[in-house]
């Protein structure tokens, strides 16, 4: 009995070290499987278009900068000149007053749909007649700077700098961007133009076709969720924070 012990024990061992072998085969061919399945993912979510997104907004950070800076210089003049002589603001908001009166009338799903069409219209505006030396999307960015700093002002005189927080924060988080980010791909195109007249190797027709892209895919659905933000979401923070909710 006893000498079957050292055979049954190398068979034991023998049979260990093929299971390890299987085992290791078997993790090899899980990880080789968990690395098709990671890259099938990543194939499928390149091919929606994210990451074209994704590059061409990251190569668009110069402009979006220059935009940003634009846009909070604009929006610091808007405010200070208004609080030097806030007579100033009726000029400001005098388009504002009827795109107000205009949306009392409206059911919310109207008014959600007013809200992201018109900046939808505005966004893709600024970025195709940036072919224009890029003058209309800077335009578009100083006068939506000023007027949110003469917003910024005279509501704070009256409700306090809380109550613009929770009144811009909630959506502007997102519309904002999405605003600016068109503005700054309006830019690149005039500047794309300056090029091109200048002799430079410049695609324009190529970075048409992909700022087009970009906008649709990217910068539309976020403005729709802006839109249902401000027309559902920030309503109901400024109520419970003034308490008529």
């Avoid at 390890?20 to 499987?33: F, G, K, L």
């Avoid at 007053?97 to 600024?126: D, H, Q, R, Y």
């Avoid at 695609?203 to 027309?231: C, H, S, W, Y």
Wanted: charged residues 15%; aromatic residues 10%.
């Amino acid at each position: 009995m006893q000498e079957h012990y050292p055979y049954g024990s190398w068979d034991m061992m023998a049979m260990g070290d093929a299971v390890r072998d299987d085992s290791s085969m078997d993790d090899a061919a899980m990880n080789n499987a968990d690395s098709s399945v990671f890259e099938d993912a990543g194939t499928k979510v390149c091919a929606r278009g994210l990451c074209n997104v994704r590059n061409y907004i990251s190569g668009l950070m110069p402009n979006i900068i220059a935009v940003v800076v634009l846009f909070v210089l604009s929006g610091i003049a808007g405010y200070f000149y208004t609080a030097l002589d806030p007579a100033s603001s009726d000029i400001a908001l005098e388009g504002l007053e009827g795109l107000v009166e205009l949306i009392m009338n409206m059911t919310p799903i109207e008014i959600m749909l007013f809200i992201f069409f018109n900046n939808a219209i505005k966004s893709l505006m600024a970025f195709v007649l940036g072919l224009g030396f890029g003058l209309i999307p800077l335009l578009f960015v100083v006068s939506n700077g000023y007027i949110l700093g003469v917003v910024v002002y005279l509501e704070s005189q009256e409700n306090g700098f809380t109550y613009i927080l929770l009144g811009i924060l909630p959506h502007g988080i997102i519309e904002l961007p999405m605003i600016l980010i068109s503005a700054a791909m309006g830019l690149r195109m005039g500047i794309n133009v300056l090029n091109a007249l200048a002799g430079r190797s410049v695609d324009i027709k190529g970075e048409f076709k992909q700022g087009l892209n970009v906008f649709f895919r990217f910068i539309m659905p976020m403005l729709l969720l802006a839109a249902g933000i401000e027309t559902f979401i920030t309503p109901v923070v400024i109520g419970l924070f003034l308490g008529t909710i």
